[in-house]
């Protein structure tokens, strides 16, 4: 079992920068990647971004690119969003996940474990 807790979220204007952590724990060896996903009221949860935990190779939905950047601390078992230039389409519940396969698309089904979310609200 991996368990995995999100912080880090809250309130921030358009145009500013938020910074969100997740910690696992756990059986934090089987994990081949951690990644975020967001979910808005009434939407689908969507992949955000992932990072491989071997080779940090990192991925990103095309709505965050250039904008958001994901990494690791390897010995903290840490994984960071940094998000920037964010936008009011931007609110929503982010999740962090775990994926103990390399194998499989970026769907939500794909990963193996969850943390419980932390709230992003991008308003003016």
């Known amino acids: 079992q991996v368990q995995l807790a999100e912080s880090g979220g809250g309130l921030v204007q358009p145009g500013g920068s938020l910074k969100l952590s997740c910690a696992a724990s756990?059986?934090?060896?089987?994990?081949?990647?951690l990644g975020w996903f967001r979910q808005a009221p009434g939407k689908e949860r969507e992949f955000v971004a992932d990072?491989?935990?071997?080779?940090?190779?990192?991925y990103y939905a095309d709505s965050v690119k250039g904008r958001f950047t994901i990494s690791r601390d390897n010995p903290k078992n840490t994984v960071y969003l940094q998000m920037n230039s964010l936008k009011p389409e931007d609110t929503a519940v982010y999740f962090c996940?775990?994926?103990?396969?390399?194998?499989?698309?970026?769907?939500?089904?794909?990963?193996?474990?969850w943390g419980q979310g932390t709230q992003v609200t991008v308003s003016s």
């Open positions: 996940a775990a994926r103990s396969s390399p194998y499989g698309l970026r769907r939500s089904l794909d990963y193996n474990y």
């Open positions: 756990g059986r934090t060896f089987s994990t081949y990647a």
């Open positions: 990072i491989t935990w071997p080779g940090g190779n990192t």
